[in-house]
C-alpha cells in the first residue's frame, strides 16, 4: 500500500537523503515550499507531513493546517535539539535532527509508519445499523443504535446526549455473529443531537478476535495491513505506575501502545500512554489502569519480569493510536494517586526538563533504588 507524503524543505541535502527512506517505507513524497504546502492541504489527504523548521513561523502554520485536515503524522526536520520542545508544542509527532543520516531517519520513519497504518485501519469503518444498550459510569441504561463501527469504536445515536470523555459500557450483538459483545468504552465526540463517537478502551481478547471475525466476513473491502511492532527496545526502568524505554523508534507524546514482554515461552501485554519523547533514544510509558483488565496486565507484567531475574526479555511496542494535544489530558491519574511512585510523578512532570535533565533524574532514581534494596 502506497501512503502519501508532503515534504517542505528548501536544503536539497535534506531531500536527498530523505527520497530513498521515504520511498523504502512506501511514502510517495510530494515536495513544495511552505505557501505551497497550504494549498496542497487544502486540495489532498496526506498520511504524513514532514516540515524543515528552518522558518519556524512558516513551518508551525503548516502544521496548524495538516491538524485541522484530521490526524495526520507530523515529523519536523530541525537543526537545533534545543528547541525539541517548542517544536512538538507546534505539533510535531517526531523529529529528525540535521544534518540527517538515512539510519535515524528510518529508525524515526519505522515508528511514523506503524502509527500511519494504525490510523488507516482505525478510520476503516463499516456501516450497519443494529441496537446497541448504552450506560454512563453511574447513570442509568439507555437504548441507542449502532450506526458503523471499526476495530478502535463505533459511532452511535442515543436516546440521550453523551458528554465527551465520559466512560460507558456499551452492548451490543453484530448481524450475523453469535458473539454478545460488551465493551468499555468512552464518548470521543458527541452533538446535541444524540450522534456520538465512542472509542473502546477495553476490549477482550475474544471480543476482539470476534470483532476481526466479523470484518473479515462483512467489510466490503479489507482495512490495511497491522503495523509492525518496534522490535528494537531496552526497559530501563519499571514502576507499578509506568516505564522508560531505550529505543531508536519512540513513538509521540499521547500515542496509545501496546507493550509485549516475552520471556521463554510467557508472554503478556500491557497497555500504556508515552507521556514523554526522546526523539532517536527513547520513551516514558505511563500504564494504563482504568479497568481491572488493564491493571492485571500491568501486575502480570511485573510479576513476570520478576520471576525471571537476570533474563533479557524481548520487549516489542505496537501502536494503538495517534493522540493529538489538544484530544486527550493524562486524566484518570486517580488509579496511582494514592501511592507514592516517584518514577511516574517524573514521567507526568517532563515538560519543565530538557532530555538530558530528564535522563538526569531517572539515573538519581536508579541509584536511590539501588541504596534503598543493598
Given amino acids: 500500500m502506497i501512503f502519501q507524503a508532503l515534504l517542505v524543505t528548501k536544503d536539497e541535502q535534506t531531500s536527498s537523503v530523505l527520497a530513498p527512506v521515504?520511498?523504502?517505507?512506501?511514502?510517495?513524497?510530494?515536495?513544495?515550499?511552505?505557501?505551497?504546502?497550504?494549498?496542497?492541504?487544502t486540495e489532498q489527504k496526506f498520511d504524513a507531513v514532514i516540515v524543515d523548521f528552518d522558518d519556524p513561523d512558516s513551518a508551525s502554520l503548516v502544521?496548524?493546517?495538516?491538524?485541522?485536515?484530521?490526524?495526520?503524522?507530523?515529523?519536523?526536520?530541525?537543526?537545533?535539539?534545543?528547541?525539541?520542545?517548542?517544536?512538538?508544542?507546534?505539533?510535531?509527532?517526531?523529529?529528525?535532527?540535521k544534518p540527517l543520516s538515512p539510519a535515524k531517519a528510518k529508525a524515526t520513519?519505522?515508528?511514523?509508519?506503524?502509527?500511519i497504518k494504525r490510523e488507516r485501519r482505525s478510520s476503516f469503518r463499516v456501516p450497519v445499523q443494529v441496537a446497541v444498550q448504552l450506560r454512563v459510569q453511574g447513570g442509568a441504561e439507555m437504548e441507542g443504535i449502532l450506526l458503523d463501527i471499526s476495530e478502535?469504536?463505533?459511532?452511535?445515536?442515543?436516546?440521550?446526549?453523551?458528554?465527551?470523555?465520559?466512560?460507558?459500557?456499551?452492548?451490543?450483538?453484530?448481524?450475523?455473529?453469535?458473539?454478545?459483545?460488551?465493551?468499555?468504552?468512552?464518548?470521543?465526540?458527541?452533538?446535541?443531537?444524540?450522534?456520538?463517537?465512542?472509542?473502546?478502551v477495553d476490549m477482550g481478547e475474544s471480543a476482539r478476535e470476534a470483532l476481526k471475525s466479523w470484518f473479515s466476513t462483512h467489510a466490503p473491502e479489507m482495512p490495511p495491513d497491522e503495523p509492525e511492532p518496534v522490535a528494537h527496545c531496552q526497559l530501563t526502568d519499571l514502576s507499578t505506575g509506568g516505564c522508560y524505554v531505550e529505543t531508536e523508534s519512540p513513538f509521540p507524546e499521547r500515542s496509545e501502545i501496546v507493550l509485549n514482554l516475552k520471556v521463554a515461552?510467557?508472554?503478556v501485554q500491557a497497555e500504556g500512554t508515552v507521556r514523554v519523547m526522546h526523539p532517536s533514544f527513547g520513551m516514558g510509558i505511563e500504564f494504563a489502569s482504568r479497568t481491572p483488565q488493564q491493571r492485571e496486565q500491568v501486575s502480570g507484567f511485573i510479576n513476570l519480569l520478576m520471576s525471571r531475574p537476570g533474563t533479557l526479555p524481548e520487549l516489542s511496542i505496537t501502536p494503538r493510536a495517534l493522540v493529538g494535544a489538544k484530544d486527550r489530558t493524562p486524566e484518570n491519574h486517580t488509579a496511582h494517586d494514592d501511592f507514592d511512585d516517584p518514577l511516574l510523578e517524573l514521567l507526568r512532570g517532563h515538560e519543565s526538563l530538557g532530555q538530558e535533565e530528564f535522563l538526569?533524574?531517572?539515573?538519581k532514581?536508579?541509584?536511590s533504588e539501588a541504596v534503598a534494596n543493598s
Fill in 22 to 41: 521515504l520511498a523504502e517505507f512506501e511514502l510517495e513524497a510530494k515536495s513544495c515550499s511552505y505557501a505551497d504546502a497550504l494549498t496542497r492541504l
Fill in 63 to 97: 502544521f496548524q493546517n495538516a491538524g485541522a485536515a484530521g490526524h495526520v503524522v507530523t515529523v519536523a526536520l530541525l537543526n537545533d535539539k534545543k528547541r525539541v520542545r517548542s517544536v512538538f508544542g507546534a505539533g510535531a509527532n517526531f523529529v529528525l535532527y
Fill in 109 to 115: 520513519l519505522r515508528a511514523a509508519i506503524a502509527l
Fill in 152 to 200: 478502535e469504536g463505533m459511532d452511535v445515536l442515543s436516546a440521550q446526549t453523551l458528554y465527551p470523555t465520559a466512560p460507558i459500557s456499551a452492548r451490543f450483538q453484530l448481524p450475523e455473529s453469535d458473539f454478545q459483545f460488551e465493551v468499555q468504552s468512552e464518548v470521543a465526540w458527541a452533538n446535541p443531537n444524540g450522534q456520538s463517537g465512542v472509542r473502546f
Fill in 265 to 267: 515461552d510467557v508472554e
Fill in 360 to 363: 538526569e533524574q531517572l539515573r
Fill in 365 to 367: 532514581q536508579r541509584n
